[in-house]
């Protein structure tokens, strides 16, 4: 399996409160994905990389923002989380973005109350 | 990207052979059809991807007819290990904003 960490696995936040959480790679990919999943609504891609420094946006990225600041690391961070964010966070990496396959963390399961 | 329409779910029996069969009318001639599973509690996993024509590997085969507006996954055999969220997609070189949909959920009962 590939390398990939996702952490926290599960957290329980009150709202307004802001979280973070990371996505780690050791297999040295440019692509790294933020998705959420949701009944219903299969897996919705939030954020991604493809470089360091590089991201740009997805189809559900209000309300969230990513940093990459080494290759091997990608950051989530809900500013001030709300109820509609409780989730079940995947990231993703690939190796050349696009057609190419990409390689899923086992989840980060976020609770806001 | 073309949009994908696959059934909401599936059901099946042990040993019996399941085909979903994904529709993408506006594929585009430089698009690839991907085929995904996810187990319960884990991340989606890469299963096979496909062109034209057939393609087969150890998990399933991928069926595409000649004028590729649609594609038929198949899963020969099936055990109760089968039992899966699996998501169709078409995708390009050129585009990272991989799209999932809700997938189709098949479940396999002994």
């Known amino acids: 399996d590939a390398g990939i960490t996702q952490s926290p696995r599960h957290k329980v936040t009150e709202t307004g409160t802001p979280v973070t959480l990371r996505c780690h790679q050791t297999?040295?990919?440019?692509?790294m994905y933020w998705y959420r999943q949701d009944p219903g609504h299969g897996l919705r891609l939030i954020h991604y990389s493809y470089g360091v420094k590089d991201t740009d946006k997805g189809e559900v990225s209000d309300g969230y923002s990513v940093s990459r600041s080494k290759t091997e690391d990608f950051l989530l961070t809900l500013e001030s989380a709300t109820s509609s964010q409780t989730s079940v966070y995947f990231c993703a990496i690939g190796e050349t973005g696009g057609k190419e396959k990409l390689f899923f963390g086992s989840g980060t399961q976020l609770s806001v109350l | 990207l073309a949009k994908t329409t696959q059934p909401i779910s599936m059901d099946s029996y042990e040993g019996q052979e399941v085909n979903i069969t994904c529709s993408h009318n506006?594929?585009?001639?430089?698009?690839?059809i991907t085929w995904y599973q996810q187990f319960p509690s884990q991340g989606p996993r890469f299963i096979i991807q496909g062109y034209k024509t057939k393609v087969t590997n150890e998990v399933a085969s991928l069926f595409i007819p000649a004028d590729r507006k649609s594609s038929t996954l198949s899963l020969p055999r099936v055990s109760l290990s089968d039992t899966a969220v699996y998501y169709c997609l078409v995708v390009r070189s050129n585009d990272y904003k991989l799209s999932f949909g809700a997938g189709t959920t098949v479940t396999v009962r002994a």
């Open positions: 297999e040295n990919h440019r692509y």
């Open positions: 506006n594929i585009a001639t430089n698009d690839y």
